[in-house]
């Protein structure tokens, strides 16, 4: 049988990985990519075993009668019942009823296409996706600081190099373990590395130093470590002075975070506090990365700000093997929000409101600019609004299931069974598809070709190693066929699409004119931006200035604002969420898989010993979260690794998101995902046994 080389369909980490179509099952084995360097996590081993899961949605579903079964249907019917009701959405309630919810696993092509029929066949401005829920603050944080939001803008093997890394909210040994090889190589150099979290997780207890704030004060911490850059005689005034813009402001604001402060904000000891900034100076070359854990917050945009001030005040951006970056989560997180899925984006990172960038795209795509739509609302302002008036009446969900993942689910899930129509393509029965009115079957990322941006920015190709299911179709032929029925032809070939993609990118600012299919296989990938085939693509950033438009980077002052939510005496805790090892997003296929459920059977609640004393809480014994949005039941996990006024609850199974907040950023929309308050007790139902 043929060997396909691909990736795996998980993180935006993007390993490399064999398939072979064998009898009984596709044969998996790691490959020797850049990135994973012939590793795989227990993930990326078990992928293969969905393809042929027995939950595998093989046929188009359609529910008759509000309330009523699914039932099985042909291609045909499901798509007429589709277009019948965008039709009798728009005439009665206009464009914008009819939107689309997308995903950060969707290809490039797809993400692209995607936008592309919510603007032209739809003329629609319904449109956003749950990379909303994942990278927003930091892509706003970098588009305002450097001009340029790619994740990592350096190669993920310079890790390796760097003398300091400072990880903020990130959990690489969990989310995606093939990573930990370069922290690896980095500590057996002498490296020095400093995570701040409030558990001690798998990453933390092998730093040199954990730092453990309250959820919620990652910002002060930032402004705290500027502070001491500053009155220490840390700051590289040459670099600043040379290579930035706004530094005066941003100091004279960080002149009331003195130590003894923030430490009363944040829990965090001043000695750890001046530990971490001089590795930052003095032990370089240095690097600063963030993820969600500072990042998915109300004022997560001007956290991750903060962090860039302090990195572009050390003099690290634009120098090797230095730097400030994001970890992206989801496995197309990057080029997801790229190319057309956000609310006000067009592709190539191209602003939807700016008219030079709707003359571009409006030419490729054969319009004139006045037919775009305008800017639409972010993802949970849409998921809010369903089925009311002047909101969505019909969605379409595309690699998304938000009736896990979105915030304050209980609200949603309301808002979802108000609609008129609702369409998920999915390859399994989602929870989300349990509402739904048709149920698309869709290809498989094995059965499929395109091409996905992984967290450095690096454009790869994922090849089909083998057909799906006679009946089932890709999510680029289901939504050619659908603009076709509205009037509007367009191609369902990936290579096509992808040529598209890149005459609408070309001079955005991520520009793939340069890459081709054939340059992404002979060269392990190409990193964008690349305007032309014969450019090399660009590996790391900032090395000669700033796509901003003076050269330089933006220092941009910021405060620390409480959450959204506080503790009080009815909810005295801090819930905060995140993920595990064995699970992925919302579980709606890694919960499927045997050998990750064996190792992680359901959700638990990781709670400190000392809180779970005064609750009468043993390890193991079920307990009730309570917030002021709804209430959870799960296993507790007892651990002297998590601060005492915080509990934990990972997101891949429902119930987490029924307790988190939808108070929004107000620069990215961001929901609060990572601070709400919450009440705990023992369940009436459950000591353990």
Known sequence: ???????????????GMTLTPEIPRVRLEPRDFPVNKGGLCAKGFTAADLL?????????????????PLREATWDEALT????????????????????????????EKAYALGKFVRVSLRSASIDYNGRFCMSSAATAANRALGIDRGLPFPLEDVAKAGTVLLVGANPA???????????????????????????TNTAAGAHLHLQPLPGTDLALANGLLHIAVREG????????ARTTGFEAVRQATNSYWPERVERMTGVAESKLRETVR??????????????????HSNGTDTAQAYLNLALALGLVGRPFSGYGTITGQGNGQGGREHGQKADQLPGYRKLDDPAARAHVAAVWGIDPDELPKPGVSAYEMLDRLGTDGGVRVLMVLASNIAVSAPNTNRVLDRLKALDFLVVSDIFRSETAELADVVLPTAQWAEEEGTMTNLEGRVIRRKRALPPPPDV???LEMLAELSGRLGRAESSDPRTVFDELRRASAGGIADYAGITYERIEREDGVFWPCPSEDHPGTPRLFADGFPTPDGRARFVRVEHRDPAEMPDKHFPYVLTTGRNMQQYQSGNQTRRVKALTVALPEPRAEIHPDLARRHGIADGDLVELRSRRGAAVLRARLSDGIRPDTVFAPFHWPGANALTSPALDPHSRMPAFKACAVAIAKHERGSAQ
Do not use: W
């Not at 039709?87 to 969707?106: K, W």
């Open 1 to 15: 049988m043929t060997a396909t080389d691909t990736h795996c369909p998980y993180c935006a980490l993007q390993c």
């Open 52 to 68: 042929d899961h027995r939950d595998r949605l093989l046929t188009p579903l359609v529910r008759k009668d509000p309330g009523g």
């Open 81 to 108: 019942r589709i277009t019948e009701a965008i039709r009798a959405a728009q005439e009665r309630y206009g464009p914008d009823a009819v939107g689309a919810f997308g995903g950060g696993g969707l290809t490039n």
């Open 174 to 200: 969990d989310a995606m373990p093939p990573s930990m090889q370069y922290l690896d190589a980095g500590r057996e150099n002498g490296a020095r590395h400093i995570v701040v979290d409030p558990r001690r």
């Open 234 to 241: 840390y700051v590289d005034d040459d670099y600043v002075a």
């Open 279 to 296: 590795l930052l100076a003095t032990n370089g070359p240095a690097m600063i990365l963030t993820a969600r854990g500072a990042e998915q």
């Open 473 to 475: 179709r890709n999510d």
